[in-house]
């Protein structure tokens, strides 16, 4: 079924392009992958080669993000494309009606204070403690 969008879809009274829930959706993945991987803003800026403030832009949603951009970001981040669009209902082209897990809360916040262990026999540490915790629950 083909769905045809008029041409005012996604633009403000005045001519400007607004962003749509797959935007703001996007947006937040990029936050929540550079957050896991340690990243502030400033080396995310520098990595796709843009100021600070245009990287918070586009982690807001105040900027929109090109097809171009995104690419550029996706490498940076390592992952595909399409980890930006999971959990997207290709109906209503809208993030699935769910909000963030407490537990997924607790795992950003975990790697974000994780990589700010500067020593890496302390990382290595809680990792063999996750790992045999994890292990002593199974049994």
Do not use: W
């Not at 995104?70 to 909000?99: C, H, M, N, W």
């Not at 950003?108 to 262990?117: C, G, H, S, V, Y």
């Not at 994890?134 to 049994?139: F, K, L, V």
């Amino acid at each position: 079924m083909t769905q045809v969008v008029s041409k005012s879809a996604g633009r403000s009274a005045g001519g400007r392009s607004r962003a749509l829930d797959v935007d703001h959706y996007v947006s937040l993945r990029i936050r929540q992958r550079r957050i896991m991987l340690g990243l502030t803003q400033q080396q995310m800026a520098e990595l796709i080669g843009v100021t600070y403030q245009q990287a918070h832009k586009y982690e807001t949603g105040i900027n929109r993000i090109s097809a171009g951009r995104l690419y550029q970001i996706a490498q940076a981040l390592g992952v595909d494309i399409s980890y930006f669009f999971e959990d997207i209902d290709p109906e209503r082209g809208r993030p699935k009606p769910t909000e963030m897990l407490p537990q997924q809360r607790m795992l950003l916040e975990l790697a974000r204070n994780f990589t700010q262990i500067p020593s890496r026999r302390h990382q290595d540490a809680i990792c063999s403690l996750t790992r045999v915790l994890a292990n002593s629950e199974q049994e």
